[in-house]
């Protein structure tokens, strides 16, 4: 199975600022690389897909990319509704794998 | 706009079996798998398998001798039984539509249901 590493578990931000997720693939997974948003009580959503698509209906303000095994998620200018946890995929093999998330607190 | 309704008895006792439907409203029901998934707190996120409306499906071999995955295109659900279930299988289970890139391969899980609590009692 292809392991996914986010990093850190968790990160603390105020309103306004630019924060970075960060997720490795254990081995090449092109850019198959997904990122999805989750708050408490609620299913995941889909942000970002393909390591760079926006998702139709999200915010402009996220963002992803892709170096290598290393994906990051950005969100520039976070707002209130941003603070929830971030969970990394990759579409690259089944079985179909996710990080472990990122807490994303004030 | 397409929503995905799950139900099923989110209580069993060992050894019992899990059995879940999710039901698609709106879209189209073809061009997709569909999906299953579960989250703990001690495993996260875990995908469980995938079926599309011809039956063509794809399982996590770390749970394939207990899985089944069926579709019924007439009634537009997507069913998920897991056998002889521990306390292990505890979470919350999702139903979710895969998206499927032009080339073939899976692009994302787009569509979520609302998840169903699974508990096991001994």
């Known amino acids: 199975d292809i392991q996914m590493t986010q990093s850190p578990s968790s990160l603390s931000a105020s309103v306004g600022d630019r924060v970075t997720f960060t997720c490795r693939a254990s081995q090449t997974i092109s850019t198959y690389l997904n990122w999805y948003q989750q708050k408490p009580g609620r299913a995941p959503n889909l942000l970002i897909y393909d390591a760079s698509s926006l998702q139709s209906g999200v915010p402009s303000r996220f963002s992803g990319s892709r170096s290598g095994t290393y994906f990051t998620l950005t969100i520039t200018g976070v707002q209130p509704e941003d603070f929830a946890t971030y969970y990394c995929?990759?579409?690259?093999?089944?079985?179909?794998?996710f990080g472990q998330g990122t807490s994303l607190e004030i | 706009q397409v929503q995905l309704q799950q139900w099923g008895a989110g209580l069993l006792k060992s050894s019992e079996t899990l059995s879940l439907t999710c039901a698609v409203q709106?879209?189209?029901?073809?061009?997709?798998?569909w999906t299953w998934l579960r989250q703990s707190p001690g495993k996260g996120l875990e995908w469980i398998g995938e079926?599309?409306?011809?039956?063509?499906?794809n399982y996590n071999p770390s749970l394939q001798r207990r899985v089944t995955i069926s579709v019924d295109t007439s009634k537009r659900w997507f069913s998920l039984k897991l056998s002889s279930v521990t306390a292990a299988d505890m979470a919350m289970y999702y139903c979710?539509?895969?998206?499927?890139?032009?080339?073939?391969?899976?692009?994302?899980?787009?569509?979520w249901g609302r998840g169903t609590m699974v508990t096991v009692s001994s």
């Open positions: 979710a539509r895969a998206r499927i890139a032009a080339a073939g391969h899976l692009e994302a899980f787009d569509i």
């Open positions: 079926s599309n409306q011809s039956g063509s499906r």
């Open positions: 709106g879209g189209s029901f073809s061009g997709y798998y």
């Open positions: 995929q990759q579409s690259f093999s089944t079985p179909y794998t």
